[in-house]
């Protein structure tokens, strides 16, 4: 019996500074997230049952016949323990397969935790009520493990957690999660069944129910030390990413350990020596351990920092292998993505370049410590990379490795950048080369296609000034002259996409807008659509040709027209901005989904059953040939409408404006509405 006396005080230390070891990793860690919280009372509920009992076994030790108050004090350990355990086990498992396996749970499975807690406020008013009339003496006699109803109640807590955790574990896709959810139910069962076995026996055979008790008080010390496993060697919940917390902990919890050792010897060599002399040479010893605590730990460290570096290596690989995909966008985002999770932080941005008016990166809930380093290249700042603990601060390993990630950014940045403009230049020869091929195919089939045409209609065109011609023969005529025009107008516009623009020049961008616009009114009356044409009172030049900028203004206002079949407005709008020419076209048609938003610029592409599909693409080979940028948003609001924005670079010489505007007039007084 004394036997598993001194066992029971052995485990129920380990216990204690294991889960009072969680405590600190949590606190440390100080994630705002629901499941953080309820792990941590869990873990406070084991803290405090451990505590309470290990405060209980020494006070006996210690007075035979403990005082009154230390009674009570391990006594309210205890109970609030017992209280909080049996819920908090049970939901902190719903909230795990919630927020992080993202599993839906069932409703049952939350009207079981309302029950639970409702038991556990139950309980605490029963353990009130009865330390009131019989004292606290008579709650621990309760708690105690001769107790028939609460080694029921245990039993019922490790069957609860072992059904959680099954439950749990097997959805669970990460391998060292699995493994540990197998562990906690390996452990779950065993308690149970020492719990269940102890209940048969309790009254039949008090050494094997002593027995059972110390080997639970044992048994679920390996839940806590699990988790300290699994959260430093492969970071389960990223709680053990702050690796100076764990090793200040860590020496902090021998050297307590070491001195209650030095008291408890002073306490046993108090008859042969003065526990002052007894103190003082097992403190002195101390200095004769360095040396060989050096020789031990110091190949675990650099073993460690050995990994840490390979790590880092590891990554520094996968980044640059990320770096040759040519995307610059998608390499700064896989670049936070494992920086945060290799370093366990809140969160981590890159912005290259610098954003002056960004708002500083902080912590979810504020609690972390935010960090900006700057991302250099040859003495250049290009631009920045911030990150946020999850804890109270960065830690030095961390802040590290931090700084080795943003001196080797820049190199991967500037591959990414080059490899990205290879692959533009790449792309843009190849569509010009494919374009070139079009275009010499669309003008020789025009070439050959348009001097039979002309033929044909010249030939029509004089049957139908024959008067004598019957009115059945007429209109077949009218309608092959108008199939000839429409056939005409469409080898044009192939002629249109197969040739480049004139040389650019200074022209009016206001007037020639305007121009078009009116050109293009009577159209859009016939569709029932409104045109409004509005600009600034003074002109805007800009580099282009008159035929390029007409041509991109007349397939835009068509292609809005034609969008509305059943009426509605198209706004011309043009503006300055920025030393450009920003010009916008918006109708209130259907809207374009962004699958066909994808293709719209591409040759011969068209949803029109009459369309040839090249209305958007001259539009869009004209911009680009005057160096400027097309954009569409769509839709505009209530899932309609569409807007295509065309930026263009002003021109420097204004002197050729009046040359090439011709008798256009702009209306400098007001903006103008068609």
Not at 468 to 476: E, W
Request: aromatic share 8%.
């Amino acid at each position: 019996m004394a036997l598993l006396f001194y066992l029971r005080l052995i485990a129920l230390t380990a216990g204690t500074l294991v889960y009072l070891f969680i405590i600190a990793l949590i606190l440390g860690h100080r994630r705002p997230r629901r499941l953080e919280r309820l792990l941590f009372f869990l873990i406070l509920a084991l803290f405090l049952l451990y505590a309470g009992g290990l405060l209980q076994i020494n006070a006996q030790i210690q007075y035979g016949f403990p005082p009154q108050a230390t009674v009570w004090l391990y006594a309210g350990l205890m109970v609030l323990g017992t209280i909080l355990l049996q819920p908090f086990v049970w939901h902190t498992h719903l909230e795990y397969a919630r927020s992080i396996q993202r599993v839906s749970v069932p409703l049952f499975f939350w009207v079981v935790t309302v029950l639970l807690y409702l038991g556990a406020i139950a309980e605490a008013a029963f353990v009130v009520v009865l330390s009131r009339k019989a004292g606290a003496a008579a709650a621990v006699a309760m708690l105690g493990h001769g107790n028939f109803n609460f080694t029921v109640y245990w039993a019922l807590c490790a069957g609860l957690a072992a059904i959680a955790q099954i439950w749990v574990t097997l959805p669970e896709e990460s391998r060292p999660a699995k493994i540990l959810g197998r562990w906690l139910i390996a452990v779950s069962c065993v308690l149970f069944a020492a719990l269940a076995t102890r209940v048969v026996y309790l009254a039949a055979s008090p050494f094997l129910s002593d027995l059972l008790t110390t080997a639970v008080v044992i048994g679920a010390v390996f839940p806590g030390a699990l988790l300290i496993y699994y959260a430093l060697r492969h970071n389960f919940l990223e709680i053990g990413a702050q690796r100076n917390l764990v090793y200040a902990l860590s020496a902090t919890f021998l050297a307590l350990l070491y001195l209650a050792l030095v008291r408890r010897v002073s306490g046993w060599l108090e008859p042969v020596l003065p526990p002052e002399a007894t103190s003082s040479v097992l403190v002195f010893i101390l200095i004769f351990l360095f040396e060989p605590l050096e020789r031990a730990i110091g190949p675990a460290l650099d073993r460690r920092f050995r990994e840490r570096i390979e790590r880092w290596q590891g990554l520094t690989k996968e980044l640059q292998e990320q770096a040759r995909s040519g995307n610059l966008g998608q390499l700064i985002a896989f670049a936070e993505k494992r920086i945060r999770a290799e370093f366990g932080l809140a969160a981590v941005r890159i912005s290259v370049p610098r954003d002056p008016s960004a708002k500083p990166l902080e912590s979810p809930g504020g609690l972390g410590h935010a960090v900006k380093i700057p991302l250099a290249k040859d003495g250049q700042e290009i631009g920045l990379l911030e990150a946020t603990s999850t804890g109270s601060y960065l830690t030095g390993e961390t802040s590290a490795g931090l700084q080795f990630f943003a001196e080797q950014l820049p190199a991967m940045i500037d591959l990414c950048s080059l490899i990205e403009e290879k692959l533009r230049l790449e792309r843009e020869l190849a569509e010009r080369e494919r374009l070139a091929v079009l275009g010499q195919m669309a003008a020789s089939v025009s070439h050959n296609l348009r001097n039979p045409l002309s033929s044909m209609k010249i030939v029509m065109q004089v049957l139908l000034e024959n008067p004598r011609l019957s009115s059945d023969v007429r209109h077949d005529c009218e309608l092959v002259v108008a199939e000839l025009d429409r056939m005409s107008t469409k080898l044009k516009q192939l002629l249109n996409f197969a040739k480049p623009a004139v040389s650019e020049k200074s022209v009016g961008a206001v007037a020639l807008a305007k121009q078009t616009t009116e050109l293009l009114r009577k159209d859009a009356e016939r569709h029932h659509v409104a045109l409004e044409f509005s600009a600034p009172g003074e002109e805007i030049p800009v580099l282009a040709s008159d035929e390029a900028f007409s041509e991109v203004v007349s397939n835009l206002v068509v292609n809005a027209i034609e969008a509305q079949p059943d009426g509605g407005s198209v706004k011309v709008n043009l503006a300055r901005a920025d030393g450009r020419l920003d010009m916008s076209i918006e109708d209130e048609g259907p809207g374009i989904s962004p699958e066909l938003r994808a293709r719209m610029f591409q040759p011969f592409f068209t949803t029109k059953v009459s369309g040839t599909g090249l209305g958007l693409a001259i539009a869009a080979r004209r911009v680009a040939e005057m160096t400027g940028t097309i954009t569409c948003e769509s839709p505009l609001a209530d899932s309609k409408g569409t807007r295509f924005r065309i930026t263009l670079p002003l021109a420097t010489d204004t002197t050729e404006q009046a040359e090439h505007t011709g008798d256009i007039a702009v209306d400098a007084a007001k903006p103008t509405t068609v």
